[in-house]
């Protein structure tokens, strides 16, 4: 029991110490978050379909809503987003407008930058560039180059080469030239802004700027939006790059709650939140947060991502199934544990009722050994009562006779054996009939201790023979041969010899007065 008691402590430890670096409330958020995500998803669900239901009554009507959708589409499902962007590409060669296509390839190649066609984005990027942006379009094309070459450089990463570090350099010099350009497009001040300047501080090594400017923006923004959502995974990169892990993961945690009521399946920061919690020891919640980025990447589409979770996916799968079997052998212990101590309660419960039974027995055999007792006081009161009006009758018959002048008949009446005989009998027939009153199995029971051949017959119902009556005061507790012979008036000798021969009859002679003492007693 002492040893269960440990387990149970030492699992209950293990869970609370798991995740001791990161506060547990934001985890209990996040994990609300993701119980509402089904919730979510159908409202973005039903804003793109409120979109696809708009009545278009022109091809630029038609145009502005296929946009629409496949924006909504982006970071939802890549594959629909696709789609949508080229027919209203189609859309845009009927009408001829060169703007509204450029506008959309744009979109298309955000998404294929998602989906992971790097050559087929870069490919498409640099003809919307010889064909002229329109100024309009500068943002959105300067924006488009900067996610392109990040998507190229995260993937580069990946592989993990030396070979690819001159590559790598590159692709973030062409990220900070579209970031340089982007910056002159954007509002200062605006939250957007912002988060590019902090991007482009970080990279100078301004850290602490950058983490201004990005505190500005989580402070200000709506936590449920996509500036938000990026606000907090660069501050969360930021923090790693300070060697504070245990922030970082807070960040991550604000990042994807964001990213999950704004229905965001492209996304990075719920996996970096899982691989930290792995590294932590809380395999349960990495394996929860790690599957569903698994899946929502795989729902977008997004290959990058997919590619980026697979690779650490087996590592936090495993573990996950080595905490299993550790549970389960835990559990299984528990059981077994839980299932003796079910047997020793019920056997408890057992011997509980046997000894209530065993209880309630004596009870009744204690108020039957009470009623006895009352019995015996009863009759010996009785007793008491008839001899001493005898007693009375004798002493008056015994004045009645001296007054009259009758000796003689007195000493007659005295010396008369018929008196005496008459007050041995009525004593038998008041101790017989009172003995078996309260021993009233005392013949049969007495007669099961002899050998079948020597058993005692009774001729008159309710009288004791001689041998009955001397081990009727032996089971009384008159064990005093003396006594005995004096209440029957027999000579002791005669008591003995009656003594003797019974019990030479008895099937156990050397326990035959123990035997008779058991008669009627409580068992």
């Known amino acids: 029991m002492k040893f269960f008691i440990l387990m149970l402590a030492a699992v209950v430890y293990t869970t609370a110490t798991a995740q001791k670096g990161i506060d ?4 209990k958020r996040l994990d609300r978050e993701l119980e509402l995500k089904a919730t979510y998803d159908q409202r973005k669900i039903d804003r793109i379909d409120s979109l696809r239901n708009i009545d278009a009554n022109s091809l630029e009507e038609r145009y ?55 050559h087929e984005a870069m490919t498409e990027l640099s003809i919307t560039e010889q064909k002229g942006i329109p100024k309009q379009l500068h943002k959105e094309w300067f924006d488009c180059g900067r996610q392109l070459y990040s998507y190229i450089e995260a993937y580069t990463l990946q592989g993990n080469s030396s070979n690819m570090n001159r590559y790598i350099d590159e692709y973030v010099a062409r990220q900070a030239l579209y970031r340089t350009e982007l910056l002159k497009l954007l509002q200062p001040g605006s939250p957007e802004f912002k988060l590019f300047c902090a991007e482009q501080y970080y990279i100078n090594g301004q ?49 994807a709650i964001a990213d999950i009521r704004s229905s965001v399946k492209e996304t990075t920061s719920l996996q970096n939140l899982a691989v930290y919690l792995y590294e932590n020891g809380d395999i349960e919640h990495a394996y929860t947060y790690i599957t569903t980025s698994l899946a929502d990447a795989v729902f977008c589409n997004a290959r990058l991502r997919t590619t980026q979770i697979s690779s650490i996916t087996p590592l936090i799968d495993k573990a996950y199934k080595v ?30 009722l046997k000894q209530m039974r065993k209880l309630n027995v004596a ?51 005295a010396k008369s054996s018929k008196f005496a005989e008459e007050q041995h009998k009525q004593f038998y027939e008041n101790f017989d009939g009172a003995f078996l009153h309260i021993y009233p199995t005392f013949i049969e029971e007495f007669n099961n201790l002899l050998q079948p051949t020597e058993r005692i017959e009774v001729k ?34 005669t008591i003995y010899a009656y003594r003797n021969r019974t019990k030479n009859k008895a099937i156990d002679k050397e326990h035959f007065e123990e035997n008779i003492m058991k008669i009627g007693s409580i068992s």
């Open 64 to 118: 502005q809503v296929l946009c629409e959708v496949a924006r909504e589409y982006e970071t939802f499902v890549s594959d629909s987003a696709l789609a949508y962007y080229e027919h209203a590409l189609d859309i845009a060669h009927e009408l001829n407008d060169s703007s509204a296509a450029i506008k959309a390839l744009l979109g298309k190649i955000k998404v294929m930058s998602i989906m992971g066609f790097f």
């Open 207 to 255: 850290e602490h700027t950058a983490k201004k400017l990005l505190n500005e923006i989580i402070e200000n923004s709506n936590p449920d939006n996509n500036i938000y959502a990026r606000a907090a995974a660069n501050m969360a990169q930021i923090r790693i790059a300070e060697e504070n892990p245990d922030d970082a993961a807070r960040y991550f945690a604000l990042s």
């Open 363 to 413: 009870r009744q055999e204690l108020k039957r050994a009470n009623k006895i007792k009352e019995e015996y006081i009863g009759h010996f009161l009785n007793l008491c009562s008839i001899y001493m009006d005898r007693l009375d009758n004798f002493c008056k018959t015994v004045t009645r006779k001296i007054t009259a002048g009758q000796v003689e008949d007195l000493v007659k009446m």
């Open 460 to 493: 008159d119902a309710g009288r004791l023979t001689t041998e009955l009556r001397i081990f009727a005061f032996l089971r009384m507790g008159v064990d005093d041969a003396n006594k005995i012979a004096s209440f029957l008036h027999y000579s002791v000798n």
């Open 323 to 352: 905490q299993l079997r550790k549970k389960h052998r835990i559990l299984m212990f528990v059981s077994l544990i839980s299932t003796l101590l079910a047997i020793g309660f019920v056997g408890a419960c057992y011997f509980l």
């Open 24 to 27: 547990n409330d934001i985890l």
